[in-house]
């Protein structure tokens, strides 16, 4: 997911919030289980998963030595949510103009990074598990190089897919 600068201009219709609701925020304490790596940066990253599927690259989830124990149990071809920190985007946006979107949208109804906790979710396929090393190579990443990994959860089809949409 492409991150907004906190200086970009508002587009007309957006709704900001008037605070940092980080500078707000003493309840959660989060801690980064690993960072992903991708080919983007700042100005060539795709907006969603499709499309970083459709531009292709090399993508790695690599997690940090002492949470590895903790990828046991997956498996190479499974798909798997990944929880990760857009952390250098806008937090006091409410309203959004994309520019995809004919009218200004709540950020919740939108993917977009710019939200009072910029926690982007995706969910990919694992392509090849190293568990020792700590490295998934997974179908696609939508996040910079680097970007911080808040957590993996297994995607389940019986429990994931709301009633009526399988």
Known sequence: MTDTPADRPARPGEVALGFDPALAADDARLGFIGRLR????????????????EAGGEFRVEIDPPFRPGLAGLTAGQPVILLYWTGAARRDSLV??????????????????????????????????DAG??????????????????????WLPSVD???GHG
């Open 38 to 53: 991708s080919p983007w940066s700042r100005g060539n990253c795709p907006k969603n998963l499709r499309a970083a599927r």
């Open 133 to 154: 090393a700590g490295v998934l190579t997974v179908d696609a990443l939508d996040a910079f190089d680097g970007t911080p990994l808040l957590d993996i959860k297994p």
């Open 161 to 163: 897919v709301p009633p």
């Open 96 to 129: 959004l103009h994309p520019e995809h979107r004919a009218e200004p949208t709540g950020v919740f109804a939108l993917r977009a990074p710019s939200r009072p906790n910029p926690v982007a979710v995706g969910v990919v396929r694992i392509l090849d598990i």
